[in-house]
Nanobody
Framework: VQLQASGGGLVQAGGSLRLSCAAS??????YGWFRQAPGKEREFVAA????????YYADSMKGRFTISRDNAKNTMYLQMNSLKPEDTAVYYC???????????????????WGQGTLVTVSS
């Protein structure tokens, strides 16, 4: 499956952005978002089960970020609100055969990655 992420950009602190990830096919069970800030390791953000729509978030993302999907468009979204400068990172979409919760297990090998989209939050 090919994953195409978009929607990144420059936003002021407190602002919002919505990222999109278009999948060429609905091959995997779970889809999610990860991010990598400069000089830091890639970290899990959120994931969603494509069939049932169950979601799973990293604790630090709960309340500000919302993951969703549109089955008809084979597209996943990440709505990011109340953005902070520390949210600045390259955001990657990913797909996996496991579950949304399993995608959040540190060190888990993810089946498929899309290219990243840069989110820059200015103070």
């Amino acid at each position: 499956v090919q994953l195409q992420a978009s929607g990144g950009g420059l936003v002021q602190a407190g602002g919002s952005l919505r990222l999109s990830c278009a999948a060429s096919a609905r091959t995997f069970n779970a889809y999610g978002w990860f991010r990598q800030a400069p000089g830091k390791e890639r970290e899990f953000v959120a994931a969603i089960s494509w069939s049932g729509g169950s979601t799973y978030y990293a604790d630090s993302m709960k309340g500000r970020f919302t993951i969703s999907r549109d089955n008809a468009k084979n597209t996943m979204y990440l709505q990011m609100n109340s953005l902070k400068p520390e949210d600045t990172a390259v955001y990657y979409c990913a797909a996996d055969r496991s579950t949304a919760q399993a995608m959040g297990v540190p060190g888990r090998r993810i089946d498929s990655w899309g290219q990243g989209t840069l989110v820059t939050v200015s103070s």
